[in-house]
């Protein structure tokens, strides 16, 4: 039970002033005193007896004490008449009651003043035996009502809130000072009851471990927990669960909540919210809520207004919070530039930019140089399984020559780069001009021909120790090398041999060099003009200014202050990650005259774009401009932030100035005793819901580290997990859960499924058939969930067991539409293109006219739900899932630091994908171009029904 007041007794009397003076002189010939032995009478420096009171001792006049213990005593001096006492030193400044020991010559007296130890030697054996109750009593008399206050605002403090780790660690500091001052000598004095129970408690809180920790705020919990049972069980539409209901209680310092797909995160964030004001431990303007996008703060704000039945409650957006914090600093509303919401008229003010900076030689030499050298993230055939795939990611990622023209490997584009800046004519993938008569290199190419100068260009794929890609047999590959060199040498033709080794090695330019002089090529360099009228034409210029305009953003939300590349290269350094730190330099330092005109532009305009709204804020609070007012930060969606939003976010955290009842009540707890005022109050509440199983954002900036390493970046954290979805069955959770849960940088859940089935229900079509595409598998798959399936189609089990099955869903479409009047099924991609547009959707609904079926990117269905869902685009390569597209490593420079599991977020991606639907999902597969997802589901231990649609 909490004590409100201590009762007044003779054993807790009201804490000692020091007296006055006169009440020292009327109480000097009056209460205990200490004799001299007959030795001290003679050479004591007290030459007096000792004299004391419940005020404290009392020293005769003249007595010679240290230098230290006279300077406290001296304040005390009162008559220079000898028959008073001269000097007094109050029992405040003894630390602990003073202890005896007899020896030969008399009793030592030895006291703890201000942590420094002194003796007062030569005093009556009788005396100071007999006074060791009185003087123990007395000093406790007068530094018990610290103890019982101290013990009394501890346990209100426990019951009063959450055990804090911050109040944890106030406590401990007051009671680390307390404890020992009673600790060695209680137990055999004459204290009261009062006193002595202070003191066990005492005791107690001094040998706090976790598991009393743990228990007294489990007790808390409870207490809350039934308290609030019937506020819980009608905050939401369904009563919360007990893991929420706790989510909503426990309030440490710092608080991550794992929300997994599904367990009712909104409901927490409500049940809290209103769970603080129905306790009476906030009002509404004490709880800050943060919300990623507009459409989700109002959300919240509507069902705030419509479970809580309160209208001053506003989630703010991280852009309106930092908007709302510089109207406050600068006392007037800034004005966003009109290219916040405009990024093609932003991008073709970049390239305006850009075309004028390349009125200047040295600039247009650089453009050149980097797009030439720099523009495509080259790789190594030595890095893929299969020429195939090198192939698709030169064709994904449109690798093209400065002529416009495809290549087949990036050894070939450097050299068509060089020919053409140089002036040399040349062709591409020439036949030869003479007869082939060697059957074997009938149907071979020279990979360049110079036609001016008669001179063929050989670039052989080989490493220094003469090996070849794994997808090339090394041994003809040689032979074909031997073939080629017979034949130019049978018709005396000019070859210039080449090997990838030297382009490896940054050696090519110097070995085409060399040999173009020693043939007499004759090189005329093109002029830079001639080169970027050139790249105009490749559209060259206009993805190098979308380029600019994407690291501009990304610029300003990561790196605050001026522009600087040597900070640029900093930060490269700080992630260790291969990244070509010449090509990032270059490309930096082309981006800082644009980036400097981009700041011009907005000062001159008085405008701010999106990133200012951060970092101005940031700046404001950090530097004392901006005091936040909220006791209550509650942050939604917390994987997807971003360094920058976590910067602010713990800025509003450290400042917050608001301080209730109980704060200043723990404020005491770290004082000496003494309750002073505070100018700042403690560290705002921070309470933060995510999930890093769907973190998929990080090319925006989210940083999914700043969730599995929480208590890294904002200190010592309570981290607990809603692990019941209320959204899919057991069978998708365990395919789900199996399959995110591989990569192990990933915070172990449990995901428990209140819907419980006994067969699989993540379905894989696949169709080994070339001729089938995945339209063909889209339709199998409606007119599945239609109920309109007429064909029998061949299934595959897991177990190896062929039977067949009729596809179909129609059980489970006359259960969900008993609840309404059509089931809903999302078509799901990774990209928008890979789906239907909006006239395919509008036939496809009609078709099935019982499914009610929408479209949409697995970036775009986070948060959604849908009874069915199909996933389509399983394929291969940059534009199929995981997509193999290659971020460019200038942009790799201001994203956090990338996961060293392969496909970490794209894993992730299919996390929320399979996530969606309530009953069923297909996973469609055209088997020839079979994503590695696809195949790693087929191959592994998934429980997945495999389900083959070629007609048998």
């Given at each position: 039970?909490?004590?409100?007041?201590?009762?007044?007794?003779?054993?807790?009397?009201?804490?000692?002033?020091?007296?006055?003076?006169?009440?020292?002189?009327?109480?000097?010939?009056?209460?205990?005193?200490?004799?001299?032995?007959?030795?001290?009478?003679?050479?004591?420096?007290?030459?007096?007896?000792?004299?004391?009171?419940?005020?404290?001792?009392?020293?005769?006049?003249?007595?010679?004490?240290?230098?230290?213990?006279?300077?406290?005593?001296?304040?005390g001096h009162t008559s220079p008449n000898a028959n008073q006492p001269a000097s007094f030193l109050s029992w405040r400044h003894f630390d602990v009651p003073p202890i005896f020991e007899w020896r030969w010559l008399g009793a030592t007296m030895m006291f703890q003043i201000n942590a420094l130890d002194h003796e007062?030697?030569?005093?009556?054996?009788?005396?100071?035996?007999?006074?060791?109750?009185?003087?123990?009593?007395?000093?406790?008399?007068?530094?018990?009502?610290?103890?019982?206050?101290?013990?009394?605002?501890?346990?209100?403090?426990?019951?009063?809130?959450?055990?804090?780790?911050?109040?944890?660690?106030?406590?401990?500091?007051?009671?680390?000072?307390?404890?020992?001052?009673?600790?060695?000598?209680?137990?055999?004095?004459?204290?009261?009851?009062?006193?002595?129970?202070?003191?066990?408690?005492?005791?107690?809180?001094?040998?706090?471990?976790?598991?009393?920790?743990?228990?007294?705020?489990?007790?808390?919990?409870?207490?809350?927990?039934?308290?609030?049972?019937?506020?819980?069980?009608?905050?939401?539409?369904?009563?919360?669960?007990?893991?929420?209901?706790?989510?909503?209680?426990?309030?440490?310092?710092?608080?991550?909540?794992?929300?997994?797909?599904?367990?009712?995160?909104?409901?927490?964030?409500?049940?809290?919210?209103?769970?603080?004001?129905?306790?009476?431990?906030?009002?509404?303007?004490?709880?800050?809520?943060?919300?990623?996008?507009?459409?989700?703060?109002?959300?919240?704000?509507?069902?705030?207004?419509?479970?809580?039945?309160?209208?001053?409650?506003?989630?703010?957006?991280?852009?309106?919070?930092?908007?709302?914090?510089?109207?406050?600093?600068?006392?007037?509303?800034?004005?966003?530039?009109?290219?916040?919401?405009?990024?093609?008229?932003?991008?073709?003010?970049?390239?305006?930019?850009?075309?004028?900076?390349?009125?200047?030689?040295?600039?247009?030499?650089?453009?050149?140089?980097?797009?030439?050298?720099?523009?495509?993230?080259?790789?190594?055939?030595?890095?893929?399984?299969?020429?195939?795939?090198?192939?698709?990611?030169?064709?994904?990622?449109?690798?093209?020559?400065?002529?416009?023209?495809?290549?087949?490997?990036?050894?070939?584009?450097?050299?068509?780069?060089?020919?053409?800046?140089?002036?040399?004519?040349?062709?591409?993938?020439?036949?030869?001009?003479?007869?082939?008569?060697?059957?074997?290199?009938?149907?071979?190419?020279?990979?360049?021909?110079?036609?001016?100068?008669?001179?063929?260009?050989?670039?052989?794929?080989?490493?220094?120790?003469?090996?070849?890609?794994?997808?090339?047999?090394?041994?003809?590959?040689?032979?074909?090398?031997?073939?080629?060199?017979?034949?130019?040498?049978?018709?005396?033709?000019?070859?210039?041999?080449?090997?990838?080794?030297?382009?490896?090695?940054?050696?090519?330019?110097?070995?085409?060099?060399?040999?173009?002089?020693?043939?007499?090529?004759?090189?005329?360099?093109?002029?830079?003009?001639?080169?970027?009228?050139?790249?105009?034409?490749?559209?060259?210029?206009?993805?190098?200014?979308?380029?600019?305009?994407?690291?501009?953003?990304?610029?300003?939300?990561?790196?605050?202050?001026?522009?600087?590349?040597?900070?640029?290269?900093?930060?490269?350094?700080?992630?260790?990650?291969?990244?070509?730190?010449?090509?990032?330099?270059?490309?930096?330092?082309?981006?800082?005259?644009?980036?400097?005109?981009?700041?011009?532009?907005?000062?001159?305009?008085?405008?701010?774009?999106f990133e200012d709204m951060i970092s101005k804020a940031i700046m404001y609070v950090e530097n004392g401009k901006f005091t936040a007012p909220w006791r209550y930060i509650m942050v939604d969606e917390f994987q997807d932030i971003s360094e920058p939003r976590s910067r602010l976010v713990r800025a509003l955290r450290?400042?917050?100035?608001?301080?209730?009842?109980?704060?200043?009540?723990?404020?005491?707890?770290?004082?000496?005793?003494?309750?002073?005022?505070?100018?700042?109050?403690?560290?705002?509440?921070?309470?933060?819901?995510?999930?890093?199983?769907?973190?998929?954002?990080?090319?925006?900036?989210?940083?999914?580290?700043?969730?599995?390493?929480?208590?890294?970046?904002?200190?010592?954290?309570?981290?607990?997990?809603?692990?019941?979805?209320?959204?899919?069955?057991?069978?998708?959770?365990?395919?789900?859960?199996?399959?995110?849960?591989?990569?192990?940088?990933?915070?172990?859940?449990?995901?428990?499924?209140?819907?419980?089935?006994?067969?699989?229900?993540?379905?894989?079509?696949?169709?080994?058939?070339?001729?089938?595409?995945?339209?063909?598998?889209?339709?199998?798959?409606?007119?599945?969930?239609?109920?309109?399936?007429?064909?029998?189609?061949?299934?595959?089990?897991?177990?190896?067991?062929?039977?067949?099955?009729?596809?179909?869903?129609?059980?489970?479409?006359?259960?969900?539409?008993?609840?309404?009047?059509?089931?809903?099924?999302?078509?799901?991609?990774?990209?928008?293109?890979?789906?239907?547009?909006?006239?395919?959707?509008?036939v496809l609904n009609k078709q099935y006219s019982n499914l009610h079926i929408m479209c949409l990117s697995f970036h775009a269905a986070k948060g959604k739900e849908a009874d069915f869902t199909i996933i389509t685009g399983m394929s291969r390569g940059k534009l199929g899932f995981p997509s193999d597209k290659v971020?460019?490593?200038?942009?790799?420079?201001?994203?956090?630091?990338?996961?060293?599991?392969?496909?970490?977020?794209?894993?992730?991606?299919?996390?929320?994908?399979?996530?969606?639907?309530?009953?069923?999902?297909?996973?469609?597969?055209?088997?020839?171009?079979?994503?590695?997802?696809?195949?790693?589901?087929?191959?592994?231990?998934?429980?997945?029904?495999?389900?083959?649609?070629?007609?048998?």
């Open positions: 039970m909490r004590s409100n007041s201590l009762p007044p007794s003779a054993e807790n009397p009201p804490n000692y002033a020091t007296p006055s003076p006169s009440a020292r002189v009327h109480n000097a010939g009056k209460g205990h005193f200490i004799a001299l032995s007959w030795f001290g009478r003679i050479f004591s420096p007290l030459q007096a007896d000792l004299r004391f009171d419940e005020y404290g001792m009392y020293f005769p006049e003249g007595a010679r004490l240290p230098k230290a213990l006279k300077t406290i005593v001296s304040a007062l030697h030569f005093l009556g054996y009788r005396g100071s035996k007999t006074q060791v109750d009185n003087i123990q009593i007395k000093w406790a008399n007068y530094h018990q009502s610290r103890l019982l206050q101290l013990v009394h605002n501890i346990e209100n403090a426990i019951q009063a809130r959450y055990l804090k780790h911050s109040h944890v660690i106030a406590i401990q500091q007051r009671v680390a000072l307390e404890y020992p001052r009673w600790h060695t000598w209680t137990q055999s004095a004459p204290l009261g009851k009062t006193v002595k129970e202070a003191v066990i408690k005492l005791e107690a809180m001094h040998r706090w471990d976790h598991s009393d920790i743990a228990s007294l705020r489990e007790g808390y919990i409870q207490k809350q927990l039934h308290i609030y049972a019937d506020f819980f069980q009608r905050v939401e539409s369904n009563p919360l669960t007990d893991k929420q209901r706790r989510a909503c209680i426990i309030d440490d310092d710092n608080n991550l909540l794992l929300a997994g797909a599904g367990t009712g995160k909104t409901s927490v964030m409500i049940g809290r919210a209103g769970y603080l004001l129905t306790s009476g431990q906030a009002r509404p303007e004490d709880l800050l809520l943060l919300a990623y996008g507009q459409k989700a703060a109002a959300e919240m704000d509507e069902r705030i207004k419509h479970k809580l039945a309160i209208q001053s409650i506003k989630t703010s957006t991280f852009h309106s919070l930092g908007l709302s914090i510089i109207t406050h600093v600068e006392g007037k509303n800034p004005t966003l530039s009109p290219w916040v919401n405009d990024e093609q008229e932003k991008t073709k003010w970049v390239l305006a930019s850009l075309e004028n900076q390349l009125q200047t030689e040295s600039y247009q030499k650089q453009v050149v140089a980097y797009l030439s050298n720099y523009y495509h993230q080259p790789k190594s055939p030595f890095d893929f399984d299969a020429l195939a795939d090198y192939s698709r990611y030169l064709n994904e990622n449109n690798v093209r020559t400065l002529k416009g023209e495809r290549v087949s490997c990036f050894v070939h584009l450097h050299i068509a780069n060089w020919l053409y800046k140089h002036g040399i004519e040349y062709r591409y993938q020439a036949k030869y001009v003479f007869d082939i008569k060697n059957k074997h290199l009938r149907e071979n190419r020279a990979d360049f021909y110079l036609p001016q100068d008669d001179v063929y260009i050989e670039c052989f794929v080989l490493d220094k120790e003469g090996n070849t890609p794994c997808y090339i047999d090394k041994n003809r590959y040689q032979e074909m090398i031997k073939n080629k060199r017979e034949m130019h040498r049978q018709h005396g033709s000019r070859c210039i041999e080449l090997f990838y080794h030297q382009y490896a090695k940054g050696k090519f330019n110097s070995a085409l060099k060399r040999a173009a002089s020693k043939l007499q090529i004759n090189i005329a360099p093109l002029s830079n003009e001639s080169l970027l009228h050139s790249l105009q034409k490749t559209h060259y210029l206009s993805e190098l200014a979308a380029l600019f305009c994407q690291l501009i953003g990304l610029y300003k939300s990561t790196i605050p202050g001026k522009f600087s590349v040597k900070t640029v290269m900093a930060n490269v350094a700080s992630k260790d990650a291969g990244i070509d730190t010449q090509q990032v330099r270059t490309a930096f330092t082309l981006l800082r005259p644009i980036y400097q005109d981009y700041q011009k532009h907005l000062i001159q305009h008085d405008y701010i774009d450290d400042c917050a100035l608001t301080v209730g009842a109980l704060d200043e009540k723990c404020a005491s707890l770290t004082s000496s005793g003494v309750k002073t005022r505070r100018k700042k109050g403690q560290s705002a509440s921070l309470f933060c819901v995510g999930d890093d199983w769907q973190a998929i954002y990080r090319f925006s900036g989210s940083d999914v580290t700043l969730t599995t390493q929480f208590n890294q970046y904002f200190g010592q954290s309570s981290e607990n997990v809603l692990d019941q979805t209320f959204r899919f069955n057991n069978r998708i959770g365990d395919v789900a859960t199996q399959f995110v849960s591989q990569n192990p940088a990933q915070i172990p859940k449990n995901i428990c499924s209140l819907a419980k089935v006994a067969d699989p229900r993540v379905s894989l079509l696949y169709s080994d058939n070339k001729t089938s595409s995945s339209e063909v598998l889209l339709h199998q798959a409606l007119a599945a969930l239609a109920g309109k399936a007429d064909k029998k189609y061949e299934q595959v089990n897991k177990s190896g067991k062929t039977e067949k099955n009729r596809l179909t869903e129609s059980d489970g479409i006359k259960n969900i539409s008993r609840e309404r009047s059509k089931p809903t099924v999302y078509i799901l991609a990774r990209f928008w293109f890979q789906l239907p547009d909006r006239e395919g959707l509008e971020t460019s490593p200038v942009v790799e420079a201001l994203l956090p630091k990338q996961e060293t599991f392969e496909h970490a977020e794209e894993r992730r991606l299919f996390y929320v994908a399979l996530t969606r639907a309530k009953h069923r999902v297909y996973v469609l597969a055209e088997m020839t171009e079979a994503s590695p997802f696809v195949t790693e589901i087929i191959n592994g231990t998934y429980d997945v029904e495999l389900i083959s649609c070629d007609e048998t």
